[in-house]
């Protein structure tokens, strides 16, 4: 693959990869990846994003029913 920022060729690699939402911050620490040896830049197949995608959309979902379930206790007096 060519880099389409400086034209290099790409090399398969493992990247970090952090998604950020409210409530949480989940990171993937070696997400399979195409990476520009001379810019950095990054590049994902198209199969990795939806697997990382579905990760994420049921952490939210699963994140939402955490959050249903909260239990508060009354402060100690």
């Excluded at 911050?25 to 990846?33: I, R, Y």
């Excluded at 994902?44 to 979902?61: K, R, T």
């Excluded at 029913?65 to 007096?77: F, G, Q, R, S």
């Amino acid at each position: 693959m060519v880099c389409i920022k400086c034209y290099n060729d790409t090399e398969r690699k493992f990247t970090p990869f952090t998604v950020k939402r409210a409530g949480y911050e989940l990171t993937f620490k070696e997400v399979p990846a195409w990476i520009c040896p001379n810019c950095e830049y990054t590049y994902f197949e198209e199969s990795d994003v939806e697997i990382l995608h579905n990760a994420v959309a049921n952490l939210d979902e699963q994140s939402e029913t955490l959050k249903k379930n909260i239990v508060y206790w009354p402060e100690d007096k």
